[in-house]
């Protein structure tokens, strides 16, 4: 919009000039020897550090956040986008250069090729100029500082996704060579680490500003890039080319050593600690978390919001994502194996072949559970006038159907079946609940904050690497450190059990934190990942359907099937873009594609 603005304000501008060449016959040749009003020059820019902020908040811009509407969860076998917008590609493994899918689209294009290089291009310029700008050395530090930050992370979404990838620290012109190859995989890591390290040096522990990077951000993102890289799919790398998919030399062993050092680094600080305000109520601590808006003590890094630019910044969490029967658009809804992997209360594993558990799934569940999904008779937000017709209490109504004393039959309000823009309704029969403030309706728009890192991700990162080195009872350590938060049980796992528990207390802490995709690739469980989609089949007997109270004899089925899915092994790993391939004879294409 901003170009096509100026574009119509020069139009006018040179008719203005013209009419009073016409009129007049002759002017000043200063009329034509201003500067423009609606731009700035590179020198101005430069001399001024309100505008150098400006800018550099531009930047920050780039890195998006995860609650736009295709969340990454829904690339994984943790949810279900109900509305397609290119999701079926990737979690049907026919993704391909040609038709990436949902990497093409602005919800994610924090991980897409085009997006980052040009974000990363910003940065160069950034730190081409900042030495040579009119500012203190307090400022230029901590510009350069952040820049460094932000390059490094533009560059580890990069690599987490592609691979090995080109490295360019050059601010390139129309008139030089673009055509360059793509830097090893081990390359791209180092350059990651270099970054943050060089990023770490720079920036003070208390931030600045609000939402800008620290030391402690830059320590996390090394930390968080360390593990990645030290895990199993890049020991063995894949492909004609493994330079560019994995690690050709080195020993894995010392690749978890460096990350558990770097996650060390971030806890050795004693600056973060878990979220825990509320005294004997885990599932409270957890939702509010991520909903109370300030920079809390575990918040590493965090992007907040004005809730006047909801469609400007594409942060409406709750619109995006609530029930239909609230007027939501249902979007990432969580799937059955995700309900599935929260654990029951006293610490052992939720079993369907169970009586217990299967005649009332809901109960006696890991309180992060009640905190992140939303279920059939889950409490939830009063309801407006239009839902009160059929629900007088706020609970969520998934149910397929309720037969009452007279034999007639009601549907879930909150169904594709339901009377409320059911074309919007899930069809897992679940809903997100973490993220979104249930004090206020899908219509109204919250000021929560996005969340990019948090300690938790630090002691997990940090129990990953122990894993990893045999180390198993740190790595018990901090992950029971987690789930004391959580309100669950000590683990006392060894061996793989204590790998598998690991990988499903990770699921479940950092569900929907753009976490997950990665692993399942990083940790080469994605095969057996994407199986069909499932949800759930609920049916009651009740003697008014609209309080909730009056309903028993429950059944639940959850098998009932919502999507067909399967696995590619070229998905390990994106596809370059065919555009991209196309122009640059240099690039390398990622294998299987």
């Avoid at 791209?188 to 943050?196: D, L």
């Avoid at 004609?240 to 996650?263: N, W």
Wanted: aromatic share 12%.
């Amino acid at each position: 919009m901003k170009k096509l603005k100026t574009m119509k304000n020069l139009k006018y501008k040179i008719l203005g000039i013209l009419c009073v060449l016409f009129l007049f016959g002759s002017c000043s040749e200063d009329i034509l020897n201003v500067s423009p009003t609606d731009q700035m020059s590179d020198e101005t820019v430069w001399q001024d550090p309100a505008l150098i902020d400006l800018y550099l908040a531009d930047i920050y811009r780039r890195m998006h956040h995860g609650i736009d509407e295709v969340k990454l969860s829904s690339l994984t076998d943790d949810t279900h986008f109900i509305h397609g917008y290119g999701t079926i590609e990737i979690v049907q493994g026919i993704a391909s250069p040609s038709n990436v899918g949902a990497w093409g689209r602005g919800d994610l294009r924090h991980f897409r090729w085009d997006h980052l290089y040009s974000a990363i291009r910003q940065t160069n310029i950034v730190l081409a100029n900042i030495d040579d700008a009119n500012v203190t050395e307090e400022f230029r530090n901590n510009v350069k500082g952040e820049t460094h930050f932000l390059r490094a992370y533009f560059y580890h979404n990069l690599v987490r996704n592609y691979g090995g990838i080109p490295i360019i620290t050059q601010v390139y012109n129309l008139d030089d060579d673009l055509l360059v190859p793509r830097n090893s995989f081990e390359e791209s890591v180092n350059f990651v680490v270099e970054e943050a390290d060089r990023a770490a040096a720079l920036l003070p522990v208390e931030a600045r500003d609000l939402g800008r990077a620290t030391k402690g951000a830059a320590l996390t993102l090394k930390a968080r890039i360390l593990i990645h890289a030290a895990s199993d799919l890049y020991a063995d790398p894949i492909g004609s080319t493994p330079e560019v998919t994995g690690y050709t030399s080195g020993s894995q062993e010392a690749r978890y050593q460096a990350a558990k050092d770097a996650a060390q680094a971030v806890m050795d600080m004693g600056v973060y600690s878990l979220f825990e305000r509320v005294q004997g109520d885990p599932a409270t601590n957890y939702e509010q978390l991520f909903i109370v808006n300030e920079d809390h003590e575990e918040t590493i890094m965090a992007r907040f919001f004005l809730g006047s630019r909801d469609w400007q910044d594409r942060f409406l969490p709750h619109q995006f994502n609530g029930p239909n029967g609230y007027r939501g658009w249902a979007g990432n809804t969580p799937l059955q194996s995700l309900v599935d992997a929260y654990e029951m209360a006293d610490g052992t594993q939720f079993d369907w072949n169970n009586q217990a558990h299967a005649s009332d799934p809901f109960a006696n569940r890991d309180p992060r559970f009640y905190a992140s999904i939303l279920y059939d008779g889950a409490p939830w937000v009063t309801p407006p006038s239009f839902r009160e017709p059929y629900d007088v209490d706020g609970h969520i109504q998934t149910f397929e159907r309720v037969t009452l004393p007279d034999n007639s039959q009601v549907v879930g309000v909150d169904t594709r079946n339901g009377p409320i823009e059911d074309w919007n309704g899930s069809y897992s029969r679940y809903y997100l609940r973490k993220f979104i403030d249930p004090t206020l309706p899908p219509q109204e728009r919250a000021e929560t904050p996005w969340i990019y890192m948090r300690y938790a991700e630090v002691i997990l990162n940090y129990a990953e690497a122990c894993i990893g080195l045999g180390e198993e009872q740190n790595a018990r350590d901090a992950m029971n450190m987690i789930r004391a938060r959580a309100g669950m049980p000590d683990i006392t796992d060894s061996g793989q059990a204590l790998i598998d528990r690991y990988q499903n207390e990770r699921r479940v802490e950092l569900f929907g934190e753009e976490h997950r995709l990665f692993d399942i690739r990083r940790w080469k469980t994605a095969p057996t990942k994407y199986e069909d989609a499932r949800g759930i089949l609920i049916t009651a007997e009740a003697t008014d359907a609209r309080d909730r109270s009056t309903y028993s004899n429950y059944t639940f089925d959850p098998t009932l099937h919502i999507q067909d899915r399967a696995w590619d092994d070229s998905h390990y790993f994106a596809p370059i873009p065919f555009d991209e391939i196309n122009r640059n004879d240099q690039l390398v294409q990622n294998p299987g594609y």
